[in-house]
């Protein structure tokens, strides 16, 4: 899940207009949306390497945290200003967050 949402970061950064305008105008929207993005693809290799730590953990949730707020503002603006042209790409972050809490209760009662 860390890659689908972290190539969803890059590919409507390469693709979309609004995303590139946003990003090259507003640092504060910049560094959440392209931090998810890197963060989200270290996460996502780690894990598929079979490495967990309490140190990749907190990078999986920080890189979800700014995802799901990097996509909530943009499908705000999608149906704020724009009238419905941003889909809800925050979706793949909340599911994202519901796996990992599920995986941490797996592996909680293992122990």
């Known amino acids: 899940m860390h890659v689908t949402g972290s190539a969803y970061l890059l590919i409507s950064l390469i693709f979309n ?8 105008t507003e640092i504060i929207y910049s560094i959440p949306y392209i931090a998810s993005a890197l963060l989200g693809l270290y996460a996502g290799y780690e894990f598929y ?3 967990i730590s309490k ?3 907190m990078i ?3 890189a979800i945290v700014l995802g799901l707020a990097s996509t909530i503002f ?4 999608g149906l704020e200003i724009l009238r419905g042209i941003i889909g809800p790409a925050w979706v793949i972050f909340l599911i ?10 797996r592996l909680s009662a293992k122990v």
């Open 17 to 24: 207009p609004l995303v590139q305008f946003l990003v090259l």
């Open 49 to 51: 390497m079979g490495k």
């Open 55 to 57: 140190y990749l953990k």
């Open 60 to 62: 999986s949730v920080l």
């Open 74 to 77: 943009l499908f705000w603006i």
């Open 96 to 105: 994202n967050a519901w796996m990992l809490l599920k995986e941490r209760a």
